[in-house]
Nanobody
Framework: QVHLVESGGGLVQPGGSLRLSCEAS????????MGWYRQAPGNQRELVAT???????KFSDSVKGRFTISRDNAKNMVFLQMNSLKPEDTAVYYC?????????WGQGTQDTVSS
């Protein structure tokens, strides 16, 4: 069992930056692939970025070049640095941990990009 808690969301103007954090507890963090997903009103949840236990990263085309994902296995944390934010990035952002058939989600954090 993995418990995930996100933080760092908020309101930012277009072009601004936010850094999301996700703290994991309850299991061996380093074995999990970690990811960030988001869900805007009326839309399905979509992948934003993932980082494997080896550090390999993947990004959705919509955020490539603007967002960065990183992890700190010593602190059981994963981060999402979001730069050059656009109004269409507005969503609830969820942290995800996956290992074999096991998958866990955080409660989500709201990010709003608006002037």
């Amino acid at each position: 069992q993995v418990h995930l808690v996100e933080s760092g969301g908020g309101l930012v103007q277009p072009g601004g930056s936010l850094r999301l954090s996700c703290e994991a507890s309850g299991s061996i963090f380093s074995i999990y692939a970690m990811g960030w997903y988001r869900q805007a009103p009326g839309n399905q949840r979509e992948l934003v970025a993932t980082i494997s236990k080896y550090g390999s990263r993947k990004f959705s085309d919509s955020v490539k070049g603007r967002f960065t994902i990183s992890r700190d296995n010593a602190k059981n944390m994963v981060f999402l640095q979001m730069n050059s934010l656009k109004p269409e990035d507005t969503a609830v952002y969820y942290c995800n941990a996956a290992w074999m058939s096991y998958e866990y989600w955080g409660q989500g954090t709201q990010d709003t990009v608006s002037s």
